[in-house]
Nanobody
Framework: QVQLVESGGGLVQPGGSLTLSCTAS????????MGWYRQAPGMQRELAAT???????KYADSVEGRFTISRDNADHTVFLQMSSLKPEDTAVYYC???????????????WGKGILVNVSS
């Protein structure tokens, strides 16, 4: 089994910064893409940022220039550094990992349980 556990969320004032972390654990052969999605109240889940195993990065237009995604392949961890936060960034942030359990398996998507980021004064 594979688990992804997020940490680092919480309450932050507008204009502030926060860094999320997500670590994958369990039976892992290889991790391909990792990323962060978010879901605001009453809205659909949307992409925030993704990073491939080779370092290719994609950001949503709404976070470009304010968020930075990075990963530590040795520790199976992905980070999301968020700055200049706005109230509209308030959402539950979910970690995603595309993971192969062994050398013969196709990679599958695994999700964390989510962590709340609340941007409010």
């Amino acid at each position: 089994q594979v688990q992804l556990v997020e940490s680092g969320g919480g309450l932050v004032q507008p204009g502030g910064s926060l860094t999320l972390s997500c670590t994958a654990s369990g039976t892992i052969f290889s991790i391909y893409g990792m990323g962060w999605y978010r879901q605001a109240p009453g809205m659909q889940r949307e992409l925030a940022a993704t990073i491939s195993s080779g370092g290719y990065i994609k950001y949503a237009d709404s976070v470009e220039g304010r968020f930075t995604i990075s990963r530590d392949n040795a520790d199976h961890t992905v980070f999301l550094q968020m700055s200049s936060l706005k109230p509209e960034d308030t959402a539950v942030y979910y970690c995603l990992g595309r993971i192969a359990l062994d050398g013969a398996s196709h990679p599958m998507d695994y999700w964390g349980k989510g962590i709340l980021v609340n941007v409010s004064s």
